[in-house]
């Protein structure tokens, strides 16, 4: 599968502009200082009254696959209880529309948009929280499941629970303890139990489910055994209290249990399951979902253990500041299928950079460009290695709010002018359909072997 993601507070437009409720993101927007440029996504690229325009774009940029989220309070305002059935008709007019086009539906239950009110009730630190998501769940289910093609519960706990509850660097913007931290996040792996078993009762139809957490994986120095070894070890270890961790969230999903060494590292602080929740945490998936952008180069040190190697001085790096480190795709690709035994779909993986339109008219990335080629290479590389790599979602479709940056990362294959919201596709945009018609073929080897990282 060859597609696109996109998240609906990204793009939509806030709900509550229509009618809708809010969510903990138009709350986190109105606190000065919050988001860089002091914008927000209360009209983002307006996708919700120009969702056609952008699935002719789709279209005709050739993209058969379309991940894209459901705003939790423009279906239900106050997060329980009552419906909007103009917000939830939506949904159902985009996938109409997505068919008609030929782009098959990949639907994200939470990406991140909680219901405000819910937030006042506790969030994800009420119980009640995974039973309030099922609600919801069901609702969205019974409108749109006979015309979905997979399903993903939850998007990246680790930065809705982690950035958001623990640094506070995301909505919304909370530094609790790391106890009542680690506690949300059971709670929210509840959510994602309940949420699965939802989509089995409600969907008659075959159907693929799965999550798309943070894939963090370590990358070998070196394709020796030893390093290979550190670097296996290391992708699922974690150092210090905190929620960035590969195992803490998957091991649960896909083996119903926490992983031990993390119970005792994290000591009282982690959370005492009650009797049937790690069976309910554990209900069968499809696939292992992965948001991949780069990677941590390991090698071998004193008795193998992992030793992470510093990036070179002036090596490549996104305007997020995140290294280019394609060989990412690969091993985690490969580590995470060893341990977790499932096709892989890597649900996001792309650059952000500063685009404009040219004098010409045109949106000019080369940059883009090279990255995703780099990337997919790595990405070939593990599917023909064995791996059974069941899709790619690049991010993201167009340019639109990203997060606490506001709108100064660009991350699309397709330019966004936010006053005027004219969408102008990119280079990249027309160098993706041509990978797509060709299933990968028309990716270029590098002229020289860049090693783990460029």
Known sequence: MWGVA????????????????????????????KIHDASSGAVACDHVHRYREDVALMRELGIPHYRFSISWPRVMPEGTGRIDPEGLAFYDRLIDELLAAGVQSHVTLFHWDLPYDLYLRGGWLNRDSADWFADYAKVVIDKIGDRVASWMTL????????????????APGDQIGFREVLLA?????????????????GVDKPTRIGWAPV???????????????????????????TVWSNTWWNDPVFFGKYPEFEVEHFGSDAPVPRDGDMELIAQPLDFFGANIYNGQVVEAGPEGKPVEISHPIGA????????VTPDALYWGCRFFHERYGKPIVITENGLGLSDWVGSDGEVHDPQRIDFLNRYLLSLRRASEDGIPVDGYFQWTLMDNFEWHEGYRIRFGLVHCDFDTLKRTPKESAYWYREVIQSNGDSLKPPVASSGPTI
């Open 6 to 33: 996109t998240a609906s507070y990204q793009i939509e437009g806030s709900p509550y502009r229509a009618g809708g409720g809010r969510s903990v993101w138009d709350m986190f927007c109105d606190r000065p200082g």
């Open 155 to 170: 998007n990246e706990p680790q930065c809705f629970i982690g950035l958001g509850m623990h640094q506070g660097l995301h």
């Open 185 to 201: 996040g059971h709670h929210a792996l509840l959510a994602h139990g309940k949420g699965v078993q939802a989509i089995r009762a």
């Open 215 to 241: 894939g963090a994986p370590k990358i070998p120095k070196t394709e020796s055994a030893l390093d290979i070894e550190a670097a296996r070890t290391a992708t699922f270890q974690t150092e210090g209290k």
């Open 316 to 323: 490549a790096r996104t305007l997020y500041h995140w290294p």
